[in-house]
């Protein structure tokens, strides 16, 4: 037997979750990356591996509790049960009007953001339970914060964080400790490809921090890191903003008053 964690990580083919795998893998742990897509969650397993790190790429669709069950029974069989449990996959949206939205769009959302997250939790969770031990971090957001118009996608992600809360205090007496993580924009292939289409305004994003950089994925693969460590064994049900200030600056920034420095 080896005393080596094993490390899921839900969304990790690509973005945040693709740094945490990275991540996880230097700390030395077996790697299994869950994403629905292909080619990039095996190219990230490889990448991995190329770095002599121990990963394997499972295909699944965290929105379907079925699979999930299968996936999670597969990974415990190939690649020991889940130590560490990161849930980063995800459906990003633009701005939309809650009276005129797609709801197809918004019922699929809920599906992968929050059910997802939920049957990750779930069959994993008993992996950690049957062991008497774990560490789990949900992907939050600064939506998880505040109001932002994002009509599914943004309370999907507050009830990710009450989710969250009702973990930790259930797994706690299984010495399983739960977390989330809220980030602000992150510069991913995804939110360039946004800033590219005139779906974000980078001048609003660098306007709203109280830094002036924003964090990139590996700032947030690390946060994560250390929620699941030794370091934080004393940690469980809160939310960690990676936000560069945000979170204090949005309202700060918008007082009537006008904000002492501009004066
Ligand atoms: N990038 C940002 O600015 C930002 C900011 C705050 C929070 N977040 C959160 O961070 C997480 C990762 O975001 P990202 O920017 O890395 O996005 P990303 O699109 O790069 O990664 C998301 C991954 O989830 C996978 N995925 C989507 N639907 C899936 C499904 N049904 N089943 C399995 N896998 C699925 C995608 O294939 C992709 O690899 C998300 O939870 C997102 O809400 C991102």
Same mark, same amino acid.
């Given at each position: ?139 939050? !957001?600064?939506?998880? &914060?505040?109001?932002?118009? *994002? +009509? ?5 992600? #507050? =009830?990710?964080?009450?989710? @969250? ?65 030794? !370091?934080?064994?004393? &940690?469980?049900?809160?939310? *960690? +903003? ?5 979170? #204090? =600056?949005?309202?700060?920034? @918008? ?9």
């Amino acid at each position: 037997m080896t005393d080596r964690r094993t490390a899921v990580i839900t969304g990790g083919a690509s973005g945040i979750g693709r740094a945490c795998a990275i991540r996880f893998a230097k700390e030395g742990c077996a790697v299994a990356i869950l994403d629905a897509d292909k080619s990039k969650g095996a190219e990230t397993a490889r990448h991995i591996v190329r770095g002599s790190g121990t990963a394997r790429y499972y295909p699944c669709d965290v929105a379907n509790r079925v699979e999930m069950q299968q996936v999670a029974a597969t990974v415990q069989r190939e690649m020991g049960p889940a130590d560490i449990l990161v849930t980063s996959a995800a459906l990003i949206p633009n701005a939309e009007s809650i009276l005129d939205m797609d709801m197809d769009r918004h019922d699929r959302m809920w599906q992968v953001n929050y059910h997802g997250t939920l049957h990750a939790c779930m069959v994993f969770g008993r992996q950690m339970r049957e062991r008497g031990q774990g560490a789990i971090v949900t992907v939050g !957001s600064i939506n998880s &914060i505040l109001p932002l118009p *994002l +009509p599914a996608y943004n309370p999907g992600k #507050a =009830a990710i964080q009450r989710l @969250t809360q009702l973990l930790a205090v259930e797994l706690g007496r299984h010495g399983i400790r739960v977390n989330s993580v809220a980030p602000t924009y992150v510069l991913t292939e995804g939110l360039l490809a946004k800033i590219e289409a005139g779906q974000r305004d980078p001048a609003k994003i660098m306007g709203a921090h109280a830094l002036d950089a924003l964090p990139d994925a590996d700032d947030i693969a690390q946060a994560v890191a250390f929620l699941c460590s030794e !370091s934080a064994s004393k &940690i469980t049900g809160v939310l *960690l +903003p990676v936000d560069s200030g945000w979170a #204090a =600056a949005v309202s700060y920034k @918008t007082y009537a008053g006008g904000v002492p420095w501009d004066a």
